[in-house]
Every structure is written in structure tokens, then in C-alpha cells.
């Protein structure tokens, strides 16, 4: 880190006067960060308008390019929650009690109800709301930390657009010809990427908003010692938690951090830091703890625990750190100062010090959401990166381009460092064109399969179970209300198994003894057999009594399971 006396000789960071003598943001500035948030929204907009206009006449579009599985799996939450304040677990032919709450998914479940539109229609609108949320709270939390505007507009600007270095990992794949990238986790994960939850998921880009906010908070109720900081940071809190509640995991370890900073360069215990964590911990902690209680009270639910890492997202080794998250945390990494007395870091530097330094620890927690600690982690990488460019790059350069000032230099630098973080969300974006051009799963489906399952929705009950293949399944709870035998890789019980048991039902080689015995032992109520599931196997569903053909098309055919025949 930087030291006190460099911070107020170059305008790095803010003094700590006892009362802000002046507004920390003016009219105007907000104006403009408006106009890029703008700018941003229009241009994360172009895929999903390419999507909707470019579908095939016989192909519908399902409203997301991202990650189909967890993103109808929180619909299926948003449809559960127009009757109900707890939902159940849709996604697996079990019986599962209703225990999740999430205020996002229940929130959007109501206005569903209200306003009659439909869940893709909702998801854009709070895709934008969300990204200009992200962004202006990543704004607010720069301004926080810098007085200096140019300062404020480049952490912004990195933090809000740009990504790591993976695409290098693109070049490598195009180079040798291989099949997907090595990997995959160094260049896909979203949470330490704005631009990329701005474009694809808006519950992240909510979250590490409201993660910007709660720390902004922090910082200015340390400086100002009013306890109405304390509590809007609680307040803020308690809205991450009824959303994500393991972001907790974040706030209160960089809180609890921070304040020990505090106490060991004070050699006094931070009364104010204790009273606000106190509050904030005991007005956010209990959704938190009613997500813990579920995975222990229910076994659906504690299954769907267990099965997390079936996805293998674990947060990249730390050697591909710097391939996930770029040039600014090799920067911000160089901007750490171990020769600075602690005695002279002033408050923001050592709140900045502890919020980037813990998540070298809280993205290896040994649990299976650990990749979900990166949120956040790219907005004070980017601020510590500025730092960086003005107390390492810019004294650097002088040795150089000595006839240049160091704000001439400054600027380059801020300019530069912009615009090489930009190419990998540049990739990103470019890549949903290619993807969606290819009209397929799952981010099409045939508009005869999506019939079927409105035929479904009129017929069915919410404890109803449907078997299909899993591209199928992964709409039934979303788009009918029924349970899907299999949907997801995590919220489908034994998934694996539940695979094995769709592909041997679709099977010729499978006895028909065999078929009933899967169909009574989860309760299986339809069938559905589209292009999908002929893919699996030909079995001929036609030929078996113990199915009736209810609704067909000329592509899908739904069957009725009555087993007594």
C-alpha cells in the first residue's frame, strides 16, 4: 500500500477530516456516469435483440444466453413464489418441503402476478436495473475511496468493463485446434466481472452492487463516527442476505479485518467498528442462518447441498488468478507497500488492504460455493490498481519520459491500463453472437416442444412429476409448475443416477418391468417424448399400456403414466 503522505501529496485518496466540508459527488458527475450506464445497457442489449429477432420461425428464443440450467431454476423460483412466500424444490421427482426464500425470485413472482408479464420479459428488465444498480454503486464506492476525479473515473472504468487476461486461453485453444478452452474457469466465471454480470446475470451484478455499497458505507461511517452509517450498512446487509446469503461470508470477514487494522495501528479498540459490525451482523444474520437450517431440516434440500460440486466450479488455482482476473490485480498486487509503517495508513488504505487481501483466503474456503467469494473482489482490485498507477507505473515511467509531467504520463497510463482490460469481455460478448446464431439448445427450443408443455401446464398439479431428457426438464418446473424427474445438476436429486435412469427408460434394451419400476418409485404422473428424447434412444412409447397418449403434435407427445393397467 500506499502511505498516508503519499496519498494527500498526490490526491490518491481522500483526507479524513472530522465533516466533509463538501458533497462527495456533484450533479454532473452523476449525469455522466448515468450516460455510460446508458451506453453499457445498450450495448448488453444487442445479443438478446439479435437472439429475439434472428429465431427461426419454428424456434422460440428462451429469454437468456447464459447458463440455461441455474437461470430456470431460479424462473422455477419465480413461479412458485407467485402463491407462496417458501417454495419447494421443483427440479426433482422428491418431496420437498417449502423452506427457500430468496427476495429476488420472490419479489419478481409477485410483480409477475401483478403486471401479467412474462418471466423473460421480467429477467431483461431486471438484468437493466441491475446493471445500472452495479455500476453506479461501483461508482459511489470509487468516489468513497478517491476525491480526485480522474482517479474515480479509471477504478470505474476497470472495475466496471473490464476482465482478465482469458482470452490468451482463446488464442491458445485457436492456435492448437483444441475443443474448449483449458481452463474454463479462468475465463467463464462471472462474479469477478461486471461487465459480465451486467450482460448475463443480474443476481450478481446485484450483489456485488449491493457488496460496493455496504463498504462505501463502511468507510464513511469510520471517518464520520454517525452511527446512521451503521445502520444503512445493516439495512444494505440484510438485502444481500435475503438474496445471497453467502455473501455474507464476504462482508463480515472484511469488516471484522478492517477493524482490527484499526486496533493494531491505534493500539485502541475500535469502539465505532464494534458497534457497527455488532448491528450489522445482528440485523443480516438471519436469513443466513434460515439458509443453513434448510440443508439440515429437509434432506431434499441437504442433498441439493451435497451435490454442488457437480458442476466443478471452484474457484481457478491460485497460478490462474492472474488469467481470471488481469493486469489490475498484477497492478494492484505491485501497488502493495510492505515498507509503510502501519502507523502511517490512514483509514481507506487500510480498509482497501483489508478488503482485497482477505479474498485470497475467502475464495478458498473449503466449501463448495467458494467461487462465489470472488464477487466484488474486481472493484477494489481496480481502486488499488489506480493507486498503483499513480505511487508505481507513473514514478516508473518518469525514468523514461523524463521531459513528460507526471499527469501527462497519468493519463496514459489510466488510458492504457483501460483499454487492456477490455478484450476479454469483448470476446465474451462477441462469442453470445456466435453462440446464438446457432439457433440450438439450449438456449432455443422447438416451438411444438414448447406446446406440449403448455398442454402440461393446464393439466398438471405442482406434486405432478414429468420425465424427460434433461434438456427438456430443465423447463417443466419454470414453464408448467409440475416437478421434472430430471432438471439440474445439483437440485435433482442423484443426478447422475436420475441420467442413467431417463437413458435407460428411453432405451430398446430396457424391459418394460424395468420402465414401470422407475415410474412407481418416483411417482411419475407423464412422459414427454420430443426430438430430444429419440436422441436418447428409440423406444416406442406407443407400444407401452401403461402409457396413454394425451396431446401430440409433429414434433412432442405427452403421455399419461397409469400404472394399474
Given at each position: 500500500m500506499v502511505s498516508k503522505a503519499q496519498s494527500l501529496s498526490s490526491s490518491s485518496l481522500p483526507a479524513q477530516p472530522a465533516e466533509q466540508p463538501q458533497a462527495l459527488f456533484t450533479a454532473r458527475e452523476w449525469l455522466y456516469v448515468a450516460g455510460v450506464i446508458l451506453i453499457v445497457l445498450a450495448i448488453t442489449a444487442l445479443p438478446y435483440l439479435f437472439a429475439y429477432r434472428s429465431a427461426p420461425a419454428d424456434k422460440q428464443f428462451m429469454g437468456v444466453m447464459v447458463n440455461i440450467p441455474d437461470h430456470f431454476q431460479y424462473?422455477?423460483?419465480?413461479?412458485?413464489?407467485?402463491?407462496?412466500?417458501?417454495?419447494p424444490n421443483?427440479?426433482?421427482?422428491?418431496?420437498?418441503?417449502?423452506?427457500?426464500?430468496?427476495?429476488?425470485?420472490?419479489?419478481?413472482?409477485?410483480?409477475?402476478?401483478?403486471t401479467g408479464i412474462s418471466y423473460d420479459g421480467l429477467y431483461q428488465i431486471t438484468r437493466l436495473l441491475?446493471?445500472?444498480f452495479a455500476l453506479a454503486a461501483t461508482y459511489f464506492f470509487c468516489g468513497v475511496v478517491f476525491t480526485n476525479r480522474t482517479k474515480r473515473w479509471t477504478a470505474f472504468f476497470v472495475a466496471s468493463i473490464g476482465g482478465g487476461l482469458g482470452w490468451l486461453l482463446v488464442v491458445e485453444k485457436t492456435l492448437r485446434r483444441l475443443g474448449d478452452v483449458n481452463s474454463p474457469f479462468a475465463l467463464y466465471t462471472s462474479e469477478p466481472n461486471t461487465f459480465f454480470n451486467v450482460l448475463a446475470f443480474p443476481h450478481f451484478a446485484i450483489a456485488a452492487g449491493l457488496i460496493a455499497a455496504i463498504f462505501g458505507l463502511v468507510l464513511l461511517g469510520q471517518r464520520s463516527k454517525n452511527m446512521?452509517?451503521?445502520?444503512?450498512?445493516?439495512?444494505?446487509?440484510l438485502l444481500l442476505s435475503v438474496q445471497h446469503a453467502y455473501d455474507m461470508f464476504i462482508i463480515y470477514p472484511v469488516i471484522g479485518l478492517y477493524a482490527l487494522f484499526i486496533w493494531t495501528r491505534d493500539r485502541k479498540f475500535p469502539m465505532y467498528l464494534f458497534k457497527m459490525g455488532v448491528i450489522v451482523v445482528?440485523?443480516?444474520m438471519w436469513p443466513a442462518l434460515q439458509a443453513f437450517y434448510i440443508t439440515t431440516a429437509d434432506p431434499v434440500w441437504k442433498g441439493v447441498l451435497a451435490q454442488f460440486d457437480n458442476a466443478g466450479a471452484f474457484t481457478p488455482a491460485p497460478w490462474l488468478l492472474p488469467i481470471l482476473m488481469g493486469i489490475p490485480l498484477l497492478l494492484a498486487i505491485w501497488a502493495l507497500d510492505i515498507r509503510t509503517p502501519w502507523r502511517d495508513r490512514d483509514d481507506t488504505h487500510l480498509f482497501i488492504l483489508a478488503w482485497f487481501l482477505s479474498h485470497f483466503i475467502l475464495i478458498y474456503i473449503p466449501l463448495d460455493f467458494q467461487i462465489h467469494m470472488l464477487s466484488g473482489w474486481q472493484i477494489v482490485t481496480a481502486v488499488l490498481a489506480t493507486i498503483g498507477i499513480y505511487t508505481r507505473v507513473v514514478p516508473f515511467l518518469r525514468r523514461f519520459f523524463k521531459q513528460r509531467s507526471p499527469q501527462q504520463l497519468a493519463k496514459w497510463a489510466s488510458i492504457g491500463l483501460v483499454l487492456v482490460v477490455l478484450p476479454v469481455n469483448l470476446y465474451l460478448i462477441g462469442w453470445r453472437f456466435i453462440d446464438l446464431r446457432r439457433a440450438d439448445y439450449p438456449f432455443y427450443a422447438p416451438k411444438a416442444n414448447l406446446e406440449a408443455l403448455d398442454y402440461l401446464e393446464t393439466q398438471v398439479q405442482s406434486d405432478d412429476v414429468v420425465l424427460s431428457s434433461l434438456n427438456m426438464g430443465q423447463y417443466i418446473p419454470a414453464l408448467t409448475g409440475a416437478r421434472s424427474f430430471l432438471g439440474h445438476w445439483a437440485q435433482t436429486?442423484?443426478?447422475?443416477?436420475?441420467?442413467?435412469?431417463?437413458?435407460?427408460?428411453?432405451?430398446?434394451?430396457?424391459?418394460?418391468?424395468?420402465?414401470?419400476?422407475?415410474l412407481r418409485s418416483f411417482g411419475v404422473?407423464?412422459?414427454?417424448?420430443?426430438?430430444?428424447?429419440?436422441?436418447?434412444?428409440?423406444?416406442?412409447?406407443?407400444?407401452?399400456?401403461?402409457?396413454?397418449?394425451?396431446?401430440?403434435?409433429?414434433?412432442?407427445t405427452v403421455y399419461a403414466v397409469h400404472l394399474d393397467a
Open positions: 424462473f422455477s423460483w419465480m413461479r412458485e413464489s407467485q402463491t407462496q412466500i417458501l417454495v421443483q427440479l426433482t421427482p422428491e418431496d420437498s418441503t417449502p423452506l427457500l426464500f430468496n427476495f429476488l425470485w420472490w419479489t419478481l413472482g409477485r410483480l409477475e402476478v401483478l441491475a446493471g445500472a446512521r452509517y451503521a445502520w444503512l450498512a445493516a439495512a444494505v446487509s445482528l440485523v443480516s436429486l442423484d443426478f447422475y443416477g436420475k441420467t442413467a435412469m431417463v437413458n435407460a427408460f428411453f432405451n430398446t434394451d430396457t424391459t418394460d418391468a424395468d420402465r414401470e419400476e422407475i404422473d407423464y412422459v414427454l417424448v420430443t426430438e430430444q428424447e429419440r436422441a436418447i434412444g428409440e423406444f416406442d412409447a406407443t407400444t407401452a399400456p401403461y402409457l396413454e397418449e394425451v396431446y401430440s403434435n409433429d414434433n412432442a
